[in-house]
């Protein structure tokens, strides 16, 4: 009973990281679905000149590992502007990740079959205005799939915002770890927390994938 | 320029001890990966009940749960509990672990690609379950399963990185220490950005090569 009270009150302090853990990986989704879209979108459907600074941007950024990136973009980002931790950490995760969701969307733009193009057109629709209501509608709903696994990677991949000193889950738990001198219920705690999250993620983004899924 | 060039002077030796580093550790946590990954897919396929159970919760919980995380508690929460490694084996450890549980899955998917008729027929000429699993399911998994695989390999280089905040000298370790001592972190982390890089683009070159020779010719999609 005194490890189950002990486990209990570690999860108590360690689950006030748990909202940090969401926000930076809500922030960094969006910043990485802003960044994917558009570079695939570039990719797709850019001149020479764009399609080469996104394919560059994709390949070099899926090439270095993401702590790599978060360390370069925070002390970018700190020698500008004067950014949260928080902020510049979710933004680094998001800068990265757009690189991987780059290569979804552009996989799911291509899957939309030329013939919506071609019939956008062919009613007057100006090109971007096809891309816009007819070709990116569907292809956001093709990418789902491969979107929710990002998002449990990205989600997976927010503990390393730890080392520009985010306080989010394991950061607080290497505080709990300090503070009782019990390593080993602290990150078994976590580790509970983080599998419950990921299988909770897993079921909401299975519900939202068949609630959108489309019949081609 | 100058102090630019003065600089990677002064980085590139540690830079390229901590390549070595990186290196071994992926080499050696994919072998890992392999030795646990290629049984518990099997076991995962072909086992009892109990044993798939097992090998599921394995994989979940290594799936479901942050490396960072699952490093912390092997080299910081086991020793709580008797349990003490150093830190390379550590990193080896959690790494193998972690690599192994992907692979098993990705093995587990191209077993079941193998079509059902290929066991029948092995059964039906009389071998017994076990032979027709190692001469003639696996041989053909193992060559479905090398595309995903590579992956995993470029994958692994990247995933070592994290392994410096147990204060392993890889890569990125050392550049932790040259950002410290030479107060230039945005040039030293580009550099290792580009160490990266070169080392990825090498891996990914090489695993194409092994890709192509060991393709079975002409096969797309399921082995009936």
Redo the contacts between chains.
């Keep these: 009973m005194d490890i189950l009270q002990n486990l209990l009150t570690t999860l108590e302090f360690i689950i006030q990281g748990l909202w940090i853990t969401v926000w930076v990986t809500v922030v960094a989704l969006v910043v990485g679905l802003v960044f994917g879209v558009l570079t695939a979108l570039m990719r797709v459907y850019g001149n020479r000149f764009w399609r080469q600074v996104a394919t560059v941007y994709s390949v070099v950024i899926r090439a270095v590992p993401v702590v790599v990136i978060i360390f370069i973009l925070f002390f970018v980002i700190a020698e500008y502007v004067n950014l949260s931790p928080f902020l510049a950490g979710s933004l680094a995760l998001g800068f990265a990740s757009g690189a991987y969701q780059s290569e979804i969307f552009r996989g799911a733009l291509q899957a939309v079959p030329a013939g919506q193009m071609t019939a956008a057109r062919a009613i007057g629709m100006s090109k971007v205005q096809a891309i816009w209501s007819i070709v990116l509608p569907q292809a956001l709903r093709l990418a789902l799939p491969a979107w929710g696994n990002e998002a449990t990677l990205v989600l997976k991949d927010s503990t390393l915002v730890f080392v520009v000193g985010v306080p989010e889950i394991l950061r607080r738990t290497q505080q709990v770890s300090a503070r009782t001198n019990e390593p080993f219920i602290a990150f078994g705690a976590a580790m509970l927390l983080y599998l419950g999250l990921t299988l909770l993620t897993t079921q909401f983004l299975g519900w939202v994938e068949r609630r959108y899924r489309l019949q081609m | 320029m100058q102090e630019f060039l003065e600089l990677l002077g002064n980085v590139v030796p540690s830079l390229l001890q901590g390549t070595v580093v990186t290196l071994q550790l992926a080499a050696v946590s994919l072998a890992l990966g392999v030795a646990i990954g290629l049984p518990a897919g099997l076991g995962r396929v072909y086992g009892p009940r109990w044993l798939q159970r097992v090998i599921g919760v394995y994989i979940?919980?290594f799936?479901?749960?942050?490396?960072?995380?699952?490093l912390?508690?092997v080299y910081?929460?086991?020793?709580?509990?008797g349990i003490t490694f150093s830190r390379f084996a550590a990193a080896y450890l959690t790494l193998g672990l972690n690599s192994g549980a992907y692979q098993a899955e990705y093995l587990r998917g191209a077993l079941q690609s193998v079509g059902e008729g290929q066991m029948t027929a092995a059964r039906a000429i009389g071998m017994s379950k076990g032979q027709a699993i190692r001469s003639i399911i696996l041989p053909q998994a193992l060559r479905l399963v090398l595309p995903t695989w590579s992956n995993e390999a470029i994958a692994m280089l990247?995933?070592?990185?994290?392994v410096f905040?147990i204060a392993v000298p890889d890569l990125?370790g050392q550049?932790k220490i040259m950002a410290a001592k030479y107060f230039a972190?945005?040039a030293i982390?580009?550099i290792?950005?580009v160490f990266?890089?070169v080392l990825?683009?090498i891996a990914y070159l090489i695993l194409r090569q092994v890709e192509r020779r060991a393709q079975i010719p002409g096969l797309t999609g399921e082995v009936e």
């Design positions: 979940t919980v799936q479901g749960t942050p490396l960072l995380i699952q912390f508690m910081y929460g086991l020793p709580d509990v990247k995933y070592t990185a994290v905040l990125m550049a972190p945005i982390y580009m290792v950005a990266y890089l990825v683009g």
